[in-house]
């Protein structure tokens, strides 16, 4: 009998390492974080809300709200789920009015086919107010000396403040498609206080999600080199 139970010993002491073994190894593989970003995932801070504000915000904004519509939040943005009547049939006016190619209206230059399928992409996955700050405009990131403002500057301006801040629309009277103005703000250090929803200054942009930490230090970089 004492064989036979040692034998049972060994048994059991092998399973129990086995069993720890594996049980550490699933912890390990749940607890992962800092995964690259999925690129079958549409992120709204990265890639939907900087085309709403390039392309829409100018006219759905908080002053003026054509049509009853505001984009310049997510929050806002969701609204434009609507359940149509006691059926619960739900239509999205958002999708509807891009699919007619009838948003933005006139001579605004209208979305392109693939910036109409991001948008719609991220409605399938349900709009949600995702991030990865590894999502940049150029998927791309930018080298330190070719921070410029025609390059990197402007660009970002465009998609993210112009919309409320031009020469039509001077929101806080800010004209920032003026780079004697963007220059002026950025020296003083209310550009980036704005950008990093510092206290005493409006954060920026307006009702809106923060701008990621890397498009920031972009701005502080451009700072930095002489606000050329």
């Known amino acids: 009998m004492k064989p036979l139970f040692k034998i ?11 069993g720890f073994t594996i049980q550490e ?3 390990v593989r749940y607890s992962k974080t800092n995964a690259p970003c999925d690129t079958s995932v549409v992120y709204f801070k990265e890639q939907i809300m900087p085309l709403m504000q390039a392309k829409c915000v100018s006219c759905h904004n908080v002053k003026k709200a054509k049509e009853g519509i505001m984009l310049d939040n997510f929050d806002n943005i969701k609204k434009t789920i609507r359940v149509q009547n006691s059926f619960g049939i739900i239509k999205n006016e958002l999708e509807s009015v891009l699919r007619t190619n009838y948003m933005p209206p006139g001579k605004h230059d209208k979305l392109s086919e693939i910036e109409k399928k991001l948008v719609y992409k991220w ?3 349900g709009m949600q107010n995702n991030s990865c700050t590894e999502v940049v405009s150029n998927m791309a990131t930018i080298a330190n000396e070719d921070i410029s403002y025609e390059n990197t500057i402007k660009p970002i301006l465009e998609n993210n403040c112009v919309g409320c801040h031009n020469k039509v629309d001077t929101g806080g009277g800010l004209d920032l498609s003026d780079i004697q103005t963007v220059q002026s703000i950025a020296f003083n250090g209310v550009l980036i206080k ?18 990621s930490d890397d498009t920031i230090n ?3 970089i451009w700072i930095n080199n002489g606000l050329k």
């Open 123 to 125: 409605i399938q996955q």
């Open 194 to 211: 704005a950008l990093n929803h510092s206290e005493g200054v409006r954060a920026m942009p307006i009702n809106a999600d923060k701008l």
């Open 218 to 220: 972009k701005f502080q």
């Open 25 to 27: 190894k699933s912890v």
């Open 8 to 18: 049972s010993i060994g048994i059991l002491s092998a399973l129990s390492i086995v």
